[in-house]
């Protein structure tokens, strides 16, 4: 089902800025139990990233109805929200009045084999580079070429994800995921003050450890430093936490710290 400000309508103004120029945010949402998992953080990422883009931001009570709407009769499934600058005149130059589209729509649960959250999975590294941009850092938003260019990289369905690197050859996230490494018993995740996105399933797995002793730092990662690490893993809200059992075809340690952080991340989350 798909509400377009609020509408049961399959279409959107053909000069809605986020169309013409990615001008917005999204959030993508796991529903579990009939309910939109780690919702307010959600929500906050995606006000934060209106506000740094100077799009005002939609009604936190308006959405939390309409993703109900969205999902209603379904136990598992993933919410989408869109927030776009709304329809402009020609040219890059926002409009004095925006009037943002606001889009919320629901979507079948991917399927991904079980193996992969206990066992690990199959990672490549993507060519396609991250560009520096300290201003959108951490924002998810609309502009995602860099993402699809590095998917179509690989079509092997075995390879359940790439990874990415920054200009200058360090490495920042997946293509739809955010990355941790274990160091010398530390959780060490890379930073994201020039590019990558600030993933909320992230920020909880942060937490989780810090609640159970576990050091944490976050620091610019090289492909040596996860190569010599003690195991890895990816995170994202619908996949939780995966793993990393091969990158490239070359076998990735496991440690007892990954399997204690997914107990512990499952516990949270389904209290």
């Known amino acids: ?3 377009v ?3 049961p309508v399959r279409s959107v103004d053909p000069c809605d800025r986020g169309l013409q120029y ?3 945010v999204f959030e ?3 529903v579990r139990g009939g309910k939109p998992e780690l919702w307010h953080a959600h929500l906050k990422r995606l006000i934060t990233g209106c506000k740094a883009l100077d799009i005002p931001p939609p009604d936190p009570e308006q959405l939390a109805r309409e993703i109900a709407r969205v999902t209603a009769d379904q136990t598992r499934c993933v919410a989408k929200l869109v927030i776009t600058r709304g ?3 020609r040219g890059y130059r926002k409009p004095d009045q925006a009037k943002p589209t ?3 729509m629901s979507s079948p649960f991917p399927d991904y084999p079980s193996k992969w959250a206990k066992s690990g999975v199959a990672v490549r590294l993507c060519r396609t580079p991250l560009g520096l941009n300290p201003v959108l850092a951490g924002l998810k938003h609309l502009n995602r070429l860099e993402q ?3 998917r179509n990289e690989w079509q092997s369905p075995e390879i359940a994800e790439g990874l990415m690197s920054d200009s200058e050859g360090f490495l920042v996230e997946g293509t739809m995921s955010n ?3 274990i160091v010398d018993d530390t959780l060490v995740t890379p930073r994201l003050d020039r590019c990558g996105v600030e993933g909320i399933m992230r920020n909880k797995v942060l937490e989780v450890a810090t609640s159970l002793g576990i050091p944490t730092r976050e620091e610019r990662v090289t492909l040596s430093t996860l190569q010599q690490g003690e195991g890895a893993f990816l995170t994202n809200s619908l996949l939780r936490m995966w793993p990393i059992l091969t990158l490239e075809d070359r076998e990735c340690p496991q440690t007892a710290i990954t399997a204690t952080l997914r107990r512990a991340l499952d516990k949270v989350l389904e209290e």
């Open 148 to 150: 699809v260019m590095a």
């Open 1 to 3: 089902m798909l509400l």
């Open 102 to 104: 606001r889009l919320v």
């Open 28 to 30: 993508t949402i796991a």
């Open 22 to 24: 990615g001008d917005g």
């Open 179 to 181: 990355l941790f490494l």
């Open 5 to 7: 400000n609020g509408d």
């Open 87 to 89: 329809p402009g005149g």
